[in-house]
């Protein structure tokens, strides 16, 4: 894990809220062969919820890329919720709750 997945463990934690790390990856695309090409496995799964969460807390940069992946995988499994946090809403939360980042 890194620091910014770290912390949101530390929140789910804090608040009870049970939660797996990366439990599963989902295929986004395949050869001809059927080898994965593409996949995305994210951040955390949230069984009450039945929720995937991403953490994008990288530069903007490659948060393109990223932003295409989930979508990807909403077109692929539209069944499967999942919300990606942004740099700025991790950043309201860790200043909300007072987390110490360093």
């Not at 990366?22 to 062969?33: G, I, N, T």
């Given at each position: 894990?890194?620091?910014a ?5 530390r929140?789910?934690?804090f608040?009870g809220?049970?939660?797996q ?7 986004l695309e ?10 995305a ?6 069984p009450e919820?039945?929720?995937y969460l ?8 490659l ?12 077109e692929?499994y539209?069944?499967v919720?999942?919300k990606l946090?942004y740099k700025?809403?991790f ?5 909300k709750y007072?987390f110490?980042?360093?």
């Amino acid at each position: 894990m890194n620091r910014a997945e770290l912390e949101v463990a530390r929140l789910l934690d804090f608040y009870g809220i049970p939660w797996q790390y990366e439990p599963r990856s989902f295929v986004l695309e395949e050869d001809e062969d059927g080898r994965v090409r593409e996949a995305a496995r994210p951040d955390f799964y949230l069984p009450e919820q039945d929720l995937y969460l991403e953490l994008t807390t990288m530069k903007q940069s490659l948060v393109t890329r990223k932003n295409r992946k989930i979508r990807k995988l909403r077109e692929r499994y539209p069944d499967v919720r999942i919300k990606l946090f942004y740099k700025r809403d991790f950043e309201r939360l860790v200043q909300k709750y007072g987390f110490d980042l360093g």
